[in-house]
Structure formats: structure tokens, C-alpha cells
């Protein structure tokens, strides 16, 4: 993939627009590439600002968010969402690794799959949206990522309980789970979901959260916790 179809692309899955593309460009260059072409800056500047942007948004959510947490623990579940791993993750989420443009050696040694080189590209890219639209446009931006149902202890962010419960329930062919929805309230932008997890109808767990999805995970996780499993 060339550097313009790279930043036409992306912009789609963003659904951001930029105003001065060359912002993206320079975030999605590496410094390999930005080595073999010469009038081009790598994104190490831009990353420098994204930490720091990236940084203020999750503090205020999480500050907001969570009222009652301690000093602490706030720090602890920032740390969780803003450090490389997370931040692999949700690059995952866009397919981020597939634009960035690398030197040719970079790109030999697999660098596009590389957690430190994708991550500081994600945070390269928060910059430039934030360079080109301010903090009403990244701050969408990076919300969008951050999982519904974390917990003050971010520990939980990245497990799928639901994928765990199936493959457990999978060693017996003849078991069978359901999700099934119990309750639905409140207004549309403020909806509350509990679900309930069924095995071969009997019901097995329960959870609720902001969305559906977010209440079929905390389901899954009652029941693995039932079942004696700690993911």
C-alpha cells in the first residue's frame, strides 16, 4: 500500500477527515521510511504530543467516570490504558499496523506487527488529529476505544469472557450456551442492559453494562467466576 492510498484509507476507518493530510502522512511514518525519502519527518515528534493528549483524555474519563477511586488506584488504571499493549490493541481495531509505512528493512523483519512500532503509530495519529481538529475531535476519537466495561483495577480491559466461556463449554459437544437479555432501561443515550448466560436453559450467569455486548461479557464473567475460573 503507497503512502496516499495509506492516508485515504485510514481516514475512512477513523471517520476523520483531515484538513491538512500531511499531518496523517508524517504519523504514519516510521523513521525507516522517513530515512529513504528524504523530504519526509517520521512520526516521532507527533508521538511525543499524542502520549501527552492520550494522557489527558483517559485521566479526565476516568476521573469522571470513577468518583469514588483513590489517587492510586486512578493512576494504576490509566497506566493500563495507555501503555503499549492497550495501545496494540486498539490499533488492532483499525487495522492501524497495515498503514504504516516502513523502511524496507522494517518491513522485511515484520515491523508492521511490531507492538512498540504500531503503538507509537497510534498515538502518532491522536496528535495529528488533534494538531488538525483540537480536543473536540480526538477526544471521540480516543474514546471510542477505551472498553465499556473496565474495571478500577484495568485488569480486565482485554479479556473476552464470552470467547473463554465458549471454548470451556466446548469440551462437552453436547452443551449449549444462550445469551439472553433480562432488562432494558433508561433513555437512549444513557441505556442500561442485563443479560443473563443459559446453559442448556438453565441460567448460569448474569451481568449488566452500557451496552448489550458489555452485558454479555460481564454475563460470561459471573459464570466463569461460578465456575471456579479466573481468566
Do not use: W
Not at 492497550?86 to 488492532?92: N, V
Not at 483495577?153 to 470467547?163: E, L, Q
Not at 459437544?173 to 432488562?183: A, C, F, N, Q, R
Amino acid at each position: 500500500m503507497d503512502a496516499k492510498q495509506s492516508v485515504a484509507e485510514l481516514q475512512k476507518k477513523i471517520g476523520y477527515k483531515f484538513n491538512n493530510e500531511k499531518l496523517l502522512l508524517e504519523a504514519l511514518s516510521h523513521s525507516s521510511y522517513a530515512n529513504e525519502n528524504k523530504n519526509l519527518r517520521c512520526n516521532e515528534r507527533l508521538e511525543f504530543l499524542g502520549d501527552s493528549v492520550l494522557s489527558v483524555v483517559v485521566s479526565d474519563y476516568i476521573f469522571k467516570h470513577f468518583t469514588h477511586i483513590p489517587e492510586g488506584e486512578l493512576t494504576k488504571l490509566r497506566a493500563s490504558l495507555v501503555c503499549e499493549k492497550s495501545l496494540f490493541e486498539f490499533s488492532k481495531k483499525i487495522a492501524l499496523g497495515e498503514h504504516i509505512l516502513l523502511g524496507k528493512g522494517e518491513e522485511l523483519t515484520g515491523g508492521r506487527l511490531r507492538p512498540s512500532i504500531v503503538s507509537d503509530a497510534f498515538e502518532a495519529v491522536i496528535a495529528a488529529i488533534y494538531l488538525d481538529g483540537g480536543m473536540e475531535a480526538v477526544r471521540p476519537y480516543i474514546l471510542s476505544f477505551i472498553p465499556e466495561d473496565i474495571t478500577p483495577r484495568g485488569s480486565d480491559a482485554f479479556h473476552d469472557y464470552k470467547t473463554i466461556l465458549q471454548e470451556v463449554i466446548q469440551r462437552n459437544p453436547e452443551e449449549k450456551i444462550v445469551y439472553h437479555m433480562k432488562s432494558e432501561s433508561g433513555p437512549d443515550h444513557d441505556k442500561h442492559f442485563t443479560y443473563q448466560v443459559m446453559l442448556n436453559n438453565n441460567v448460569i450467569g448474569e451481568g449488566s453494562g452500557r451496552s448489550k455486548k458489555s452485558a454479555e461479557q460481564a454475563a460470561a464473567k459471573e459464570a466463569l467466576a461460578l465456575m471456579g475460573i479466573r481468566p
